[in-house]
């Protein structure tokens, strides 16, 4: 009955994260919470309907910057924290994972927890992930060596996908179709490296959008501008090599269905491949 009861407790939990925060073993109601936010106008941030959603449900919260060096100490006062980070912003690359580890050791919930973002942006720490608890995952292969990538390029069957660990969107992934191509990426990898921003596939996204009405002609002149400009991310952000990652090609594929779960909800939609793409 007790493991019952901490089973409910624990799913009431994460039916309404705004009801209860557990710190230092007590249960604190919703009077007692107090959210800690990171605020930024950026369009793609969640953070603004956070903040709405606290005013319109009388939740106590207040704004901070993740980005202070005593941001730990400002948030002693609250019993969580939220922060919408970006896989574009250099400066969220550097730490946020790494803080947000750390508030939850100190004893604030947050979100995204580490469990839910160690992962994020990362492939091969996904692919791992995957293989560890037996979900299903299209065969994938990682090499840190380049002769056992070498002796893998020489025996496998083509085509075969490439990609970084980082990008969203379907950036940082091409279709390899011959082992000349394979032993050029494995040769990059463990040579120069690549950029975490491929300027050559923006301007062919941006081409792509012009093409179906989504974009003005302004959009090809940005995209020419990024094969000679790249982005402050790709500026700051150390080139990858090191490593050669391939997952095998799956013919075919029309769309992938993504859902996500929060609590006892789930939400799905499907994503279209792009007209001439994979």
Not at 107 to 121: A, I, Q, R
Request: hydrophobic letters at 35%.
């Amino acid at each position: 009955e007790q493991k019952r009861a901490v089973a409910l407790f624990k799913l009431d939990e994460m039916r309404s994260p705004f009801r209860f925060v557990k710190r230092n073993n007590k249960q604190l109601s919703k009077q007692t919470m107090k959210i800690a936010i990171h605020y930024t106008e950026e369009a793609w941030s969640f953070s603004g309907r956070w903040i709405n959603y606290c005013k319109e449900n009388d939740i106590p919260y207040k704004i901070v910057n993740a980005y202070d060096t005593d941001i730990v100490q400002r948030v002693d006062d609250c019993t969580a924290f939220m922060w919408h980070f970006s896989n574009y912003e250099h400066k969220d690359s550097l730490f946020a994972k790494q803080l947000i580890y750390s508030l939850e050791h100190k004893g604030l919930k947050v979100f995204p927890n580490f469990k839910t973002c160690w992962h994020f942006d990362d492939k091969v720490g996904q692919k791992y992930l995957l293989e560890a608890i037996g979900a299903p995952l299209v065969p994938s292969y990682v090499f840190y060596d380049k002769i056992e990538a070498m002796e893998w390029a020489n025996k496998t069957i083509f085509p075969k996908v490439f990609k970084l660990r980082g990008g969203s969107g379907s950036s940082n992934v091409k279709l390899v179709n011959t082992k000349k191509e394979a032993i050029h990426l494995i040769n990059k990898a463990f040579g120069k490296g690549f950029s975490q921003f491929d300027s050559w596939n923006h301007l062919k996204f941006r081409y792509n959008n012009y093409k179906s009405g989504k974009e003005d002609f302004s959009g090809i002149l940005k995209g020419i501008a990024r094969l000679f400009i790249g982005t402050e991310y790709s500026k700051k952000h150390q080139r990858e090599k090191g490593y050669v990652y391939f997952q095998d090609f799956i013919p075919n594929n029309k769309y992938d269905i993504r859902i996500c779960i929060v609590g006892n909800k789930a939400f799905g939609l499907k994503r279209l491949i792009r007209k001439n793409d994979f």
